[in-house]
């Protein structure tokens, strides 16, 4: 029988080698509880589809309208479907599944804008990308976002489910949508839990870095308002964007992801969205270093019912800000309108400048709040996450440049 330190050694091992499915595999057995001798049946189902760190992307009919998420306390295993109870003929608390084609245009973009295709290469690799330009773009210098997708899912699927275009429309900005390559990783995960991929400079990074400056260089584009946001592993990777490049963004969007530096490798990712990042640290060596002193701007979103990655995730990111910076505090509860109750907490500075935004949104899953269901991964119950996280970056502008890298 394999013991469970052997287990995460090998899995180790195994990740090292780029054989992300015989690890995610095998660490699947350990959190299980299994012994590695029982499973031969389960490594053969591993090669035959792609296990990803992350949910299934669920999905659900235009019609239906979301009850509540799955509240059971059971710790869902990463790569295990994540599913969404629906009002549907079949009544209240039904699970229901409809299958879904890709969005379709009105899904994705707003009358008169643009919806146009790019790719950026460096020594790192190349990406494509989906650039939105609002309507109103005649050459004036505008605000960026650049939009980082969840595991299983496209950039037009992104664009669909945040509407994060018509709301780029109504504040007239430009938005960026990079797309993680299938060959990068299986199920299109950002590899936000590799070291390699955490530096400012290479792997991912300079790849998403350099797809910023390449908009940036061809657009004009308010180079003191560039902002990132992401979903999940997307949202995992924004937060290395910040902390690598505090010079590049003026505030990052986190929705249902980790701090950066929460994981170095494939085990350490597990017991960081199973347990949170602070059990993945152990305290040592955690927390976003900037060289220059800033705190880069922050808005968290997370469900407190969150199977896939734990919710205290959420507050580490906050925490890791916290530990260098005196805020004071300010906390409002509400509810939306036949949807979801939340906690909204800002740490505001000296100055009473606003630098830090938490919403806990109370029965959430792993899911975009306020998202339309037709793209994957949202929850329309709300709060409108991306009104509010558009909001919140608007507010900020890039001060001095500074350097930062993840510990």
């Known amino acids: ?62 019609a239906d309208r979301p009850h509540s998420p799955d509240t059971s306390n059971r710790p869902r295993i990463p790569g295990e479907e994540l599913r969404q109870h629906t009002r549907g003929r079949s009544g209240p608390g039904s699970r229901a599944k409809v299958k879904r084609g890709p969005p379709s245009t009105p899904d994705i973009l707003p009358e008169g804008g643009k919806y146009i295709e790019g790719s950026h290469s460096n020594p790192a690799g190349s990406r494509n990308y989906r650039l939105f330009i609002p309507s109103n773009y005649r050459g004036q210098p505008l605000p960026l976002v650049v939009m980082l997708h969840g595991c299983t899912q496209s950039p037009d699927d992104f664009a669909a489910g945040t509407r994060m275009n018509f709301i780029a429309e109504e504040k007239t900005c430009l938005v960026v949508y990079p797309a993680q390559r299938r060959e990068a990783n299986q199920a299109k995960c950002w590899n936000w839990f590799r070291t390699a991929d955490q530096q400012r400079g290479s792997g991912e990074p300079s790849l998403i870095a350099g797809i910023t400056r390449q908009i940036m260089r061809d657009y004009a584009v308010d180079q003191k308002r560039v902002y990132i946001a992401g979903l999940s592993a997307g949202a995992a990777a924004a937060a290395i964007m910040g902390a690598t490049y505090p010079d590049l963004y003026a505030a990052i969007g986190i929705h249902s992801g980790l701090a950066c530096g929460a994981a170095t490798d494939l085990p350490s990712a597990f017991v960081a969205m199973r347990q949170g990042a602070s059990a993945a640290s152990s305290g040592s060596g955690e927390g976003i270093n900037l060289t220059g002193g800033r705190t880069v701007p922050t808005i968290v979103f997370h469900g407190d019912r969150d199977m896939t990655v734990h919710p205290s995730n959420g507050d580490h990111i906050l925490g890791q800000s916290l530990r260098t910076t005196s805020t004071q505090t300010k906390l409002y509860r509400g509810r939306v309108q036949g949807g979801h109750a939340y906690t909204r907490t800002i740490h505001t500075d000296a100055g009473g400048r606003a630098i830090l935004e938490h919403w806990n949104i109370h029965g959430a899953g792993h899911a975009w709040s306020g998202g339309s269901p037709a793209g994957s991964y949202t929850d329309p119950q709300g709060p409108d996450a991306t009104r509010e996280m558009l909001r919140f970056f608007l507010d900020h502008s890039l001060p001095e440049q500074s350097v930062a890298r993840c510990p």
Not at 30 to 56: N, Q, Y
């Open 1 to 62: 029988m394999m013991l469970k330190q052997d287990m995460v050694r090998e899995a180790t091992r195994l990740t090292r080698a780029g054989r992300l499915v015989e690890a995610t595999a095998l660490l699947q057995r350990m959190l299980r509880g299994k012994a590695a001798a029982d499973a031969a049946s389960e490594t053969s189902f591993a090669t035959r589809e792609p296990l990803i760190i992350d949910a299934k992307a669920n999905v659900i009919g235009k």
